[in-house]
């Protein structure tokens, strides 16, 4: 109750989440390439935990081949191949992601596909997607535009003004 507030993980001493990945899921440390889209191995890493989709900086690699030149980011995760895989930035962008775990707070779950604002990263700006209904807890979000970084695993809060509406947990997206 002394502690300060925090908009970190709480539960992890050290700061560090890396600690609780390590130890609940060494196999997330194998070393692995860094490759691009093409499959190049542009450089190594010591485990895909250490990277999230839609990262910039400290990937250790410069682009090389087609995307010489152009900053980096990290446009795919294969932890089973222990793979990074890095592109430019118009390799993010997506036009439909795939929720589970899908929860509306503060309405009914609309019968028919409507437009939501749709926040997809913390602090991120909601951008517009149609959101319809996949199965019991299940949605798709098609964006008009391609979005970025849609990342499986992170939240996706669905918006009207100010108020929070629901939100589902990314699965996929396509």
Do not use: M
Not at 79 to 106: E, F, I, M, Q
Not at 117 to 132: E, G, H, I, M, N
């Amino acid at each position: 109750a002394d502690k300060a507030e925090s908009q970190e993980i709480c539960f992890v001493p050290s700061g560090d989440y890396r600690d609780v990945v390590r130890r609940e899921r060494p196999d997330s440390f194998v070393p692995g390439d860094i490759v691009d889209e093409d499959g190049n191995v542009l450089g190594r890493h010591r485990g895909v935990a250490g990277f999230t989709v839609g990262q910039r900086k400290g990937l250790g690699v410069s682009g090389k081949g087609a995307s010489r030149g152009q900053p980096l980011y990290v446009i795919a995760l294969a932890p089973d191949t222990a793979r990074v895989v890095v592109g430019p930035k118009t390799s993010l962008g997506v036009r439909r992601a795939h929720l589970d775990d899908v929860v509306w707070t503060a309405t009914t779950e609309p019968e028919k596909p409507r437009d939501f604002q749709v926040a997809l990263r913390y602090r991120a700006a909601p951008v517009t997607a149609k959101t319809s209904r996949d199965g019991p807890k299940r949605a798709i979000l098609d964006f008009p535009e391609p979005a970025w970084p849609v990342t499986p695993g992170q939240a996706a809060v669905f918006y009207e003004g100010d108020v929070v509406l629901g939100g589902g947990r990314i699965r996929a997206f396509s």
